[in-house]
């Protein structure tokens, strides 16, 4: 890859759960002018006391390099992982889709939705409100497919990522 070569990372980075280490690493970000294109946090072990944050960013190699080694020496961080070069990993999303329409067009929004494997997990007798869980990808095909069927909003937790395989993301 060449020095302005562009890719995408997915970064997991593994945290002490205490108040305004998400602030100190949006921060790391907005500071520099590194870009957020997926930002995803939550608890993942009360006992110790650590959250796992997963970032998915686009820069170069250097970029990308920069950004892992600023992150590793944040005072509450205690590992960070580039998934996307350490290895096969699984990334998910998941959207809720709400679309609006009757007759033909609500037929073909469900036909798609069943397609597509999502579930229906709210209907009124205009809208229906989708379910849906995979890559990045596959979601942004299907909201495509809704545009012209209705498509009224969307909503996305962002990716989560994690290594296939024994490996993982350890303190």
Do not use: C, W
Not at 38 to 54: C, F, G, M, N, Y
């Amino acid at each position: 890859m060449s020095d302005t070569t562009q890719r995408t990372a997915t970064i997991a980075v593994l945290v002490e759960n205490e108040a305004g280490v998400l602030a100190r690493v949006i921060g790391l970000f907005s500071g520099r002018g590194y870009n957020i294109e997926s930002l995803t946090v939550a608890s993942v072990d009360e006992e110790r006391r650590l959250s796992r944050i997963t970032v998915v960013t686009t820069g170069t190699d250097m970029i990308i390099e920069q950004i892992k080694a600023q992150l590793d020496r944040l005072v509450p961080v205690h590992t960070v992982s580039d998934l996307s070069l350490e290895g096969p990993h699984l990334t998910r999303e998941l959207a809720l889709i709400k679309v609006v329409g009757r007759g033909d067009t609500r037929m073909e929004a469900l036909r798609l939705g069943d397609a597509f494997r999502a579930r229906v997990v709210d209907a009124s007798h205009e809208s229906l409100t989708f379910e849906m869980t995979g890559a990045a990808e596959k979601i942004d095909a299907f909201v495509a497919l809704m545009r012209p069927l209705g498509l009224a909003e969307v909503s996305r937790t962002g990716a989560v990522a994690i290594a296939r395989g024994p490996r993982s993301l350890a303190a």
